[in-house]
């Protein structure tokens, strides 16, 4: 058996490639399956609901019937406009919890006595449901569309500050030593050594916020807005048009799986950078 040993070392380089592509083809094996899984529970759970009498006007929760509708859908000027309409608004709402919540984080991590001072109110205030703010943010907010950017930045802000001061936290408290002994300032520290080694952590508190806002989107945009993923979804269930309403909550799931990938995507890039 040396011999099979001593010819997989001297032909590895040639193998590693075959090996990559055995995995890669075993990992898209695995998804597939996965999904077929998935269609399947969903094919035979809902012919056992709907074959009832009862139920047979939702019919059309059927996968046949919700994925002729996401076809129609997609090619739905309609549809598309209100994914860029809800995609303005996370991308607000999450815009101006960045901006609050980052830095705020990076100085919580970095000074004790901050972070001391604000982790029992920070605590309190981010288990309030996001959504509890809504009367409020009516009566505050002239617009509906300031109520909602202001109900997404109140569901997405703390992840970001939590995560960020995370990221401080797990530095080398060497490198700020040594640092500080060669005459840096604190703003220095904060921008060449902490920020730096804290991006891995910010991305995924952008990550967490984008589930979150994600999850928030849909019920905020109830409000009396005419556009937007949570508007088409309501006006599908109001006109009792069940497929078209499936078929939204598909392509809702779609989209954020997406975007989630956008930022492990990114993830992988500036770790991959930090490491090398």
């Known amino acids: 058996m040396n011999w099979v040993k001593r010819y997989m070392m001297k032909h590895r380089p040639h193998l590693e490639p075959w090996r990559g592509y055995r995995n890669a083809s075993q990992a898209v094996f695995l998804v597939a399956a996965g999904i077929s899984i998935v269609l399947l529970a969903w094919t035979i759970g809902g012919h056992f609901i709907f074959i009832r009498p009862q139920f047979s006007q939702f019919s059309g929760f059927l996968p046949g019937a919700t994925l002729k509708a996401l076809g129609k859908l997609l090619v739905s000027h309609e549809?598309?406009?209100?994914?860029?309409?809800?995609?303005?608004?996370?991308?607000?709402?999450?815009?101006?919890?960045?901006?609050?919540?980052?830095?705020?984080?990076?100085?919580?991590?970095?000074?004790?006595?901050?972070?001391?001072?604000?982790?029992?109110?920070?605590?309190?205030?981010?288990?309030?449901?996001?959504?509890?703010?809504?009367?409020?943010?009516?009566?505050?907010?002239?617009?509906?569309?300031?109520?909602?950017?202001?109900?997404?930045?109140?569901?997405t802000i703390w992840p970001i500050v939590l995560n960020s001061s995370l990221g401080v936290s797990r530095v080398n408290p060497q490198w700020i030593t040594m640092a500080k002994n060669q005459g840096a300032t604190d703003l220095q520290v904060l921008f060449h050594i902490i920020l730096p080694a804290s991006i891995p952590y910010i991305l995924t508190s952008l990550r967490l916020a984008l589930g979150v806002a994600w999850i928030v989107l849909v019920p905020v945009e109830f409000l009396g807005i005419s556009s937007g993923l949570g508007y088409i979804i309501n006006d599908a269930r109001d006109t009792m048009e069940y497929d078209r309403l499936m078929a939204i909550v598909l392509a809702i799931g779609l989209i954020g799986f997406i975007l989630d990938g956008s930022i492990q995507l990114l993830q992988k890039i500036f770790r991959w950078n930090w490491v090398n």
């Open 79 to 155: 549809f598309w406009a209100s994914v860029l309409a809800s995609l303005r608004r996370i991308t607000i709402g999450i815009g101006f919890a960045f901006c609050i919540g980052s830095p705020l984080g990076l100085l919580i991590g970095y000074y004790a006595k901050l972070r001391i001072t604000t982790y029992t109110p920070i605590q309190f205030i981010r288990m309030i449901s996001p959504l509890s703010w809504m009367p409020i943010a009516l009566l505050i907010f002239t617009t509906f569309e300031s109520a909602i950017y202001f109900l997404i930045t109140m569901a």
